[in-house]
Protein backbone atom coordinates (compact mmCIF):
# COMPACT_ATOMS: atom_id res chain seq x y z
CA UNK A 1 0.00 0.00 0.00
CA UNK A 2 2.69 2.67 1.22
CA UNK A 3 4.42 3.40 -2.73
CA UNK A 4 1.69 3.48 -4.81
CA UNK A 5 -0.90 5.25 -2.15
CA UNK A 6 -0.10 8.56 -3.45
CA UNK A 7 -0.49 7.98 -7.53
CA UNK A 8 -3.59 5.74 -6.44
CA UNK A 9 -4.98 9.23 -4.34
CA UNK A 10 -4.23 11.49 -7.39
CA UNK A 11 -5.92 9.28 -9.82
CA UNK A 12 -9.03 8.76 -8.17
CA UNK A 13 -8.93 12.53 -7.16
CA UNK A 14 -7.75 13.61 -10.56
CA UNK A 15 -9.49 11.21 -12.75
CA UNK A 16 -12.07 9.13 -11.56
CA UNK A 17 -14.11 11.28 -9.17
CA UNK A 18 -14.02 13.56 -12.87
CA UNK A 19 -15.27 11.05 -14.75
CA UNK A 20 -18.08 9.75 -12.17
CA UNK A 21 -19.22 13.17 -12.12
CA UNK A 22 -19.10 13.72 -16.05
CA UNK A 23 -21.37 10.99 -15.91
CA UNK A 24 -23.23 11.80 -13.48
CA UNK A 25 -24.02 15.07 -15.26
CA UNK A 26 -24.37 13.54 -18.79
CA UNK A 27 -27.87 11.66 -17.14
CA UNK A 28 -29.28 14.61 -15.11
CA UNK A 29 -30.35 17.99 -16.14
CA UNK A 30 -28.09 19.58 -15.18
CA UNK A 31 -27.98 23.29 -15.45
CA UNK A 32 -24.87 25.53 -15.85
CA UNK A 33 -25.51 27.49 -12.62
CA UNK A 34 -28.81 26.02 -10.87
CA UNK A 35 -26.79 21.90 -10.30
CA UNK A 36 -28.74 19.37 -10.66
CA UNK A 37 -32.62 19.20 -11.60
CA UNK A 38 -33.20 15.56 -11.92
CA UNK A 39 -33.02 12.43 -13.80
CA UNK A 40 -33.43 12.85 -17.79
CA UNK A 41 -31.35 9.92 -19.15
CA UNK A 42 -32.63 9.38 -22.43
CA UNK A 43 -33.75 13.11 -23.54
CA UNK A 44 -30.00 14.24 -23.48
CA UNK A 45 -28.49 11.66 -25.73
CA UNK A 46 -31.64 12.23 -27.81
CA UNK A 47 -31.37 15.78 -28.40
CA UNK A 48 -27.40 15.09 -28.98
CA UNK A 49 -28.45 12.78 -31.67
CA UNK A 50 -31.01 14.94 -32.83
CA UNK A 51 -28.91 17.72 -33.29
CA UNK A 52 -27.71 18.74 -36.88
CA UNK A 53 -24.07 19.92 -36.09
CA UNK A 54 -23.35 16.52 -34.17
CA UNK A 55 -22.48 14.13 -37.29
CA UNK A 56 -20.15 16.95 -39.03
CA UNK A 57 -18.31 17.64 -36.01
CA UNK A 58 -17.75 13.84 -35.45
CA UNK A 59 -16.83 13.47 -39.14
CA UNK A 60 -14.07 16.09 -38.86
CA UNK A 61 -12.52 15.32 -36.11
CA UNK A 62 -12.52 11.89 -37.56
CA UNK A 63 -11.05 13.42 -40.63
CA UNK A 64 -8.29 15.60 -38.60
CA UNK A 65 -7.24 13.10 -36.64
CA UNK A 66 -6.53 10.63 -39.58
CA UNK A 67 -4.50 13.59 -41.30
CA UNK A 68 -2.72 14.71 -38.05
CA UNK A 69 -1.38 11.26 -37.10
CA UNK A 70 -0.47 10.01 -40.33
CA UNK A 71 1.52 13.85 -40.93
CA UNK A 72 2.89 13.50 -38.17
CA UNK A 73 4.29 9.76 -37.83
CA UNK A 74 5.34 10.36 -41.64
CA UNK A 75 7.32 13.78 -40.56
CA UNK A 76 8.51 11.73 -36.73
CA UNK A 77 10.02 8.59 -38.88
CA UNK A 78 11.63 10.90 -41.29
CA UNK A 79 13.20 12.84 -38.46
CA UNK A 80 14.45 9.87 -36.94
CA UNK A 81 15.89 8.16 -40.04
CA UNK A 82 17.68 11.51 -40.80
CA UNK A 83 19.34 11.20 -37.36
CA UNK A 84 19.91 7.63 -37.46
CA UNK A 85 23.05 7.57 -39.78
CA UNK A 86 26.46 9.64 -38.82
CA UNK A 87 26.96 12.15 -40.68
CA UNK A 88 28.49 16.09 -39.84
CA UNK A 89 24.95 16.97 -39.33
CA UNK A 90 23.55 14.38 -36.92
CA UNK A 91 24.56 16.30 -34.03
CA UNK A 92 23.19 19.83 -35.04
CA UNK A 93 19.82 17.90 -35.85
CA UNK A 94 20.14 15.95 -32.24
CA UNK A 95 20.49 19.20 -30.10
CA UNK A 96 17.76 21.03 -32.07
CA UNK A 97 15.35 18.92 -31.70
CA UNK A 98 16.46 18.08 -27.48
CA UNK A 99 16.90 22.37 -27.21
CA UNK A 100 12.83 22.87 -26.66
CA UNK A 101 12.74 20.44 -24.59
CA UNK A 102 15.67 21.34 -22.54
CA UNK A 103 15.04 24.66 -22.49
CA UNK A 104 11.17 24.51 -21.56
CA UNK A 105 12.39 22.22 -18.50
CA UNK A 106 15.46 24.63 -17.37
CA UNK A 107 13.40 27.63 -17.70
CA UNK A 108 10.67 26.28 -15.36
CA UNK A 109 13.63 25.00 -13.06
CA UNK A 110 14.75 28.62 -12.94
CA UNK A 111 10.99 30.47 -12.40
CA UNK A 112 10.52 28.28 -9.42
CA UNK A 113 13.78 28.38 -7.87
CA UNK A 114 13.93 32.28 -7.78
CA UNK A 115 9.84 31.83 -6.79
CA UNK A 116 10.79 29.94 -3.36
CA UNK A 117 14.13 32.11 -3.23
CA UNK A 118 14.32 33.88 0.15
CA UNK A 119 16.21 36.63 -1.82
CA UNK A 120 14.22 36.98 -4.90
CA UNK A 121 10.38 35.55 -4.31
CA UNK A 122 7.55 37.95 -3.91
CA UNK A 123 5.95 35.58 -1.48
CA UNK A 124 8.68 34.40 0.72
CA UNK A 125 7.87 34.55 4.54
CA UNK A 126 10.68 34.06 7.55
CA UNK A 127 9.65 33.40 10.61
CA UNK A 128 10.37 36.54 11.94
CA UNK A 129 8.04 38.43 9.54
CA UNK A 130 4.82 36.36 9.28
CA UNK A 131 4.05 38.53 5.99
CA UNK A 132 4.91 38.31 1.99
CA UNK A 133 7.37 41.13 1.30
CA UNK A 134 4.31 42.31 -1.16
CA UNK A 135 1.85 42.32 1.71
CA UNK A 136 4.36 44.53 3.83
CA UNK A 137 4.52 46.96 1.39
CA UNK A 138 0.99 49.94 1.79
CA UNK A 139 -0.38 50.43 -1.98
CA UNK A 140 -1.65 53.97 -1.36
CA UNK A 141 1.59 55.52 0.82
CA UNK A 142 4.19 53.51 -0.22
CA UNK A 143 5.33 53.47 3.80
CA UNK A 144 6.21 49.83 5.26
CA UNK A 145 4.06 48.24 7.67
CA UNK A 146 5.41 48.06 11.08
Do not use: H
Not at 16 to 22: D, L, N, R
Not at 28 to 50: C, E
Not at 107 to 134: D, E, H, I, K, R
Amino acid sequence: MGYATPTAAFVLIFFVVPIGIVARMSVSDWKLFTGDQGWNSGKNFQSAMDDNLLWPAVWFTVKYTVVTTVILLALALGLALLVQESNRWTGFLRTSFLIPSALGLASASLLFYALYSPQSSPCWVSPTNPFPSWVRRCPRSGRRWR
